[in-house]
C-alpha cells in the first residue's frame, strides 16, 4: 500500500532530540539567506551602473551615427539627408564634422575635440539635459556659441561673464614644402564660449560644440562631412531603422548604433556581472554543503524509524522523496527570505538613495540600483539546482537503507 507522504514525515520530525541538526539547518537557512540577498544586490548594482552609463552617453551620442567605410570623411549630398528624414521613426539627422583641434583662452591652451554639429542636433540632442551654465543652443541671433565641457573650462580658466575674450581655434593646414610664413600654416577661428555641458570626465575634459560652419571653415571642409547623427523617435526600432538607412545609403557608409559606440564597455560590465553572479551562486553552494551535512546526519539518526516505515508500507521513493523536501524546506526558506531582503534594501536604495558615492563631485548623489526580473529567476533557478544536488544523495542513501536492513 500507499504510505501516506505528509505522515511520514511528521513522524521523522515529532522528535526534537537532535539539536545539533536542527542548529546545523537553521545555519544553512541562514546562510542561504545571506548569499541570496547579496546576490539580488550585486546584481542590482550592475544593472544600476549600465542603466546610469546608458543615460549618461544617451545626452551625447546620438541613436544612430552614420561614418564612411573608407576615410574620415565624405563629400555632402543634400539626397542623403532627404533619404535619412524620409525613413519613418526619425526626427532628424545632424551634420557633423569632428577632429582634434587647439584651443587658447587668454594664456592657457590645450588640445580638444571639436564637434561641428547642424540645427538638428539644438532639436533633437539630450545635450540641453546637461548643460549646467550658459544658454543652449549654439546659434542664437545668427551668432555662432561654443558650447565647453566643464573639465576643458576647468583647464582654460574660462569665464562665461568675460565678454572680452573669446575661444582661439587652431588647426593645421595642408601645406605643401617652402612655406615659412608661420601664419600659413595654419587656419584659426573665433568664438565666443556660449555654455558649459557636464556629462562624464572623458567628454567633460575633452569636447567643444560649435555650430558645423565655423568647424567648416576651421578645417577648410568645404561641402565635406565626417558623420551624420540620427535622431528617432521614442518609440521607433532602432536595429530595423539602422538596416533601412544601410540599404538605402549603401556600402560605402557603415551605420552603427548610437550604443554600438561603447559596446566594449558594455561588455565588460556583463563579464563582470557574470562573474559576480558565479561568485555568489558559489558561496550558496558551500553554504548548501551544510544542508548535505544534516541532511546525512538525519539519515543516520532515523535508521530505525525508517525501518519502522518501511514495515508500516513506505517504499524507497517516499523516504527519498521525504528527505529531498526537508532539503528544499531549508534551501527555499532561507532563498525566500533573501530575495524579499534582497528586493526588499534594493527597492528603499533606489526611492531613497541609502548609500551614498561618498564622492561630492560624482554624477549621482548614491548608488544606482535596478531590479531585472531576469536576475531574480536565473538567481532561483540557481539555488533549485544547487539544493537538489546538495539533497539528492542523502536522500538516495535514506532510501537505499531498507535494502541494508533487510541483509541484516
Known amino acids: 500500500m500507499n504510505f501516506p507522504f505528509f505522515i511520514a514525515r511528521k513522524y521523522f520530525l515529532s522528535e526534537k532530540k537532535k539539536n545539533f541538526i536542527n542548529v546545523i539547518s537553521i545555519i544553512s537557512m541562514v546562510v542561504v539567506a545571506i548569499g541570496t540577498m547579496c546576490l539580488i544586490i550585486a546584481l542590482s548594482v550592475f544593472n544600476g551602473l549600465e542603466g546610469l552609463l546608458r543615460s549618461m552617453y544617451g545626452n551625447f551620442d546620438p541613436d544612430i551615427v552614420i561614418t564612411p567605410s573608407a576615410g574620415k570623411s565624405f563629400e555632402y549630398d543634400s539626397s542623403y539627408v532627404t533619404k535619412i528624414k524620409n525613413i519613418e521613426g526619425v526626427l532628424g539627422a545632424s551634420e557633423v564634422v569632428e577632429d582634434n583641434v587647439l584651443v587658447q583662452y587668454k594664456d592657457a591652451q590645450r588640445l580638444v575635440r571639436m564637434k561641428g554639429v547642424s540645427r538638428d542636433f539644438d532639436e533633437h540632442s539630450g545635450i540641453r539635459n546637461v548643460t549646467v551654465s550658459g544658454q543652449f543652443p549654439l546659434v542664437r541671433d545668427s551668432i555662432g556659441y561654443a558650447l565647453v565641457g566643464r573639465g576643458v573650462q576647468y583647464d582654460l580658466s574660462l569665464s562665461l561673464r568675460n565678454d572680452f575674450y573669446a575661444l582661439q581655434m587652431y588647426y593645421p593646414k595642408d601645406i605643401g614644402p617652402g612655406v615659412v610664413d608661420p601664419s600659413r600654416m595654419y587656419n584659426s577661428l573665433n568664438i565666443m564660449p556660449g555654455g558649459i555641458f557636464a556629462i562624464e570626465k572623458y567628454y567633460d575634459d575633452n569636447y567643444i560644440f560649435v555650430p558645423v560652419e565655423w568647424a567648416r571653415d576651421l578645417l577648410s571642409y568645404d561641402n565635406r562631412l565626417t558623420s551624420f547623427e540620427v535622431y528617432l523617435a521614442e518609440d521607433a526600432g532602432a536595429s530595423e531603422i539602422k538596416k533601412e538607412i544601410q540599404a538605402s545609403l549603401g556600402d560605402a557608409f557603415k551605420v552603427q548604433l548610437g550604443e554600438e559606440l561603447h559596446s566594449d564597455l558594455y561588455k565588460v560590465l556583463k563579464i563582470e556581472k557574470l562573474f559576480v553572479f558565479l561568485i555568489m551562486v558559489s558561496i550558496i553552494g558551500i553554504a548548501s554543503i551544510n544542508i548535505f551535512f544534516s541532511l546525512t546526519m538525519l539519515v543516520i539518526e532515523k535508521k530505525k524509524d525508517i525501518s519502522i516505515l518501511f514495515a508500516q508500507g513506505a517504499t ?8 529531498l523536501y526537508e532539503g528544499c524546506i531549508v534551501a527555499f526558506t532561507g532563498a525566500s527570505i533573501g530575495l524579499v531582503l534582497g528586493v ?21 548623489n548614491s548608488y544606482p540600483v535596478e ?23 542523502p536522500a538516495i542513501k535514506a532510501g537505499n537503507s531498507f535494502s541494508t536492513h533487510t541483509l541484516q
Request: without cysteine; positive net charge; aromatic residues 6%.
Open 316 to 323: 524507497p521513493k517516499l523516504i527519498r522523496k521525504i528527505f
Open 344 to 364: 526588499g534594501l534594493t527597492l528603499l536604495q533606489e526611492h531613497f538613495g541609502i548609500v551614498g558615492m561618498g564622492v561630492d563631485s560624482s554624477i549621482v
Open 371 to 393: 531590479i531585472v526580473t531576469s536576475d531574480v529567476l536565473f538567481t532561483v533557478i540557481a539555488i533549485i539546482v544547487i539544493t537538489l544536488l546538495a539533497s539528492i544523495k
